[in-house]
């Protein structure tokens, strides 16, 4: 992740002004994917808090996220939706909490931007309980000779200085799967949006 202060600004704005639309396109997944969730949960990349809405008022929720243009709308959203905020300035390869600590943890469209998606799954592996869960959901790189992975390949280099890291390619499914957890459930999924370079997504399910 850069830290640049407009950008930073400017992805802060855009995740809020499309707040509405992404809760329209991912309503139904997310319900289902945070159903049951413990009292004490962590977020990765908690962005401007558009998840909360989706957490039961009193969750104690741990949210890790380095970038400090998101953090007063984090803690609107917290106020807003009754959630016990923990807000973390830091970046998700180095979690500050105990090894075999933690029953869930979670992120949505973070794994694309972080700078070390083995090193940040790594992270979560340790502070996860033995049985405990990572949820997320990210766009991944389209099928390789389809046209989308043609654009996603051709805009790849302004994509990613604009959204601060974001990598239209990865193969997050592939990390998920070489981690070490014990169970993985990768779904592929087409996300019906005109945002057509992220429309390729995974939703993914997996157990320490
Ligand atoms: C595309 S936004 C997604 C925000 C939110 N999860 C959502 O779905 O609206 C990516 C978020 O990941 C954060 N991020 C980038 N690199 C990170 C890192 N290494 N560790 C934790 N969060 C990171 C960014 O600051 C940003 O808030």
Redesign the pocket.
Known sequence: ?SDNPVR?RL??WL?QT??GY?HQK?AAIKSGLLADVPAVVV?????????MRYLPAGTRLIA????R??HAALRAQATNHGIDLQLHD????SLDMPSDSVDLVF????L?????PQR?IAEVLRVLRPGGRFVC?EHVAAPAGSGERVLQQTIRQPWHWL????NLCRDTGAVLRSAGFSHVDVQPIILPTLLVPIRHQIIATCVK
């Open positions: 992740m930073g992805n802060a995740l499309l707040d992404m991912y977020e990765l990349g908690s962005g401007t808090g558009a998840n890790i996220e380095p970038n243009q998101m830091l970046m998700a390869e992120a949505t469209l973070v694309c931007t972080v700078d070390q940040v959901i959204f601060e890291g974001c």
